[in-house]
């Protein structure tokens, strides 16, 4: 894309909506400069075509390609977290939060009672955001994620509907 269009594509509100197939290809780029182990595109189409998938994407404009996705797996009343990411450049904007909560909306409607997930431990980020929409902690899995770093633990965590 050249610079004009991005500007003005930029200045387009952000739109929420449900993730389909054909957001395969940009779910993975995002994932991609999200994770250090990414999930290729065949897999996001994979995942989506799971009746048990629900996912939701943030769009600059409703016509937009997605910048931000979260994925849930969904067998109500439990669902689980399996990924949440925002694009670097969009990040600590209160997309993610935005995003989040909208999807939590959705999956109550869906008879959802509590959503799960695991969270590295270092990551700061990711444990404000779900803290502040209303996750606890409830556990930790010690040395669960091997990066290059080092192992770091999980911190489990539930909400409450
Ligand atoms: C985690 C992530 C989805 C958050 O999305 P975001 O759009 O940047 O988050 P928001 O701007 O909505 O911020 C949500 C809250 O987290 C806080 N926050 C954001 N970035 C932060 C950081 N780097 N350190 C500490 N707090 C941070 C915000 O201040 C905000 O809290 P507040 O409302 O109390 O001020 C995003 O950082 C991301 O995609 N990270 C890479 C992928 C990832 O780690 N996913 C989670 C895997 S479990």
Redesign the pocket.
Known sequence: MTLLPRLLAHKAEPHLRAATAADAAALALIHAG??HRGWGADEFERLLADRAAHAHVLTYGAKGAPFAFVLSHVVPPEAEILS???APD?????????LLSYHLGRLACEGVRVSH?E??AT????L??YR?LGYVETGRRKGYYAGPGGAADAVVMRRDF
């Open positions: 999200s994770f949440i990411a925002v969009a990040r600590g904007k209160g997309h993610g939060a935005k997930l969270v590295e990551n700061e980020a990711a404000h955001l502040r």
